[in-house]
């Protein structure tokens, strides 16, 4: 009888141990996404132009706390092959912006010189000095 008692107390509070579980509700502070810079393909040949797509780059989260997105403004971007920067990297004239809806896209030609199977990142320097990486792109043939 214990056993029974027990297991049905554990079966009355399973709904309210898992009740704040839910996901984030739209518009709330956990909705606001972290910035993502991802490559328009997993490989590529040395040489190549690759489109670089880059969504949530903005500061602040319209979550109703009166806190608002400002697009990134990127100043600096720096190619990095298995670690190890690579220069010159891509060329940025000036500052370049995302959108307001805080999307960002952009074509980034690899040297013709990479090794097959090379990792390779793209890393963007945001005008208030933070960065954002992108995930990983395979040099392949």
């Known amino acids: 009888m214990p056993r029974r008692r027990h297991l049905l107390t554990t079966a009355a509070l399973l709904p309210l141990l898992t009740a704040g579980c839910a996901g984030p509700e739209p518009g709330s502070a956990s909705a606001c996404a972290a910035p993502e810079l991802t490559w328009a393909t997993d490989?590529?040949?040395?040489g190549d132009a690759v489109a670089l797509h880059?969504?949530?780059m903005h500061s602040g989260c319209e979550d109703g706390s009166g806190d608002t997105?400002?697009?990134f403004e990127f100043s600096a971007a720096s190619l990095v092959?298995?670690?190890e920067p690579v220069e010159p990297g891509p060329a940025i004239p000036g500052t370049l912006?995302?959108?307001e809806d805080g999307t960002f896209d952009m074509q980034v030609a690899l040297p013709p010189d990479l090794a097959e199977g090379a990792q390779v990142t793209v890393e963007l320097t945001v005008t208030e000095g933070a960065?954002?990486?992108s995930d990983a792109l395979t040099i392949g043939g």
């Open 43 to 46: 490989t590529a040949a040395a």
């Open 97 to 99: 912006a995302a959108s």
């Open 54 to 56: 880059g969504e949530g």
């Open 69 to 71: 997105e400002e697009p």
């Open 81 to 83: 092959v298995d670690g």
């Open 131 to 133: 960065s954002v990486v």
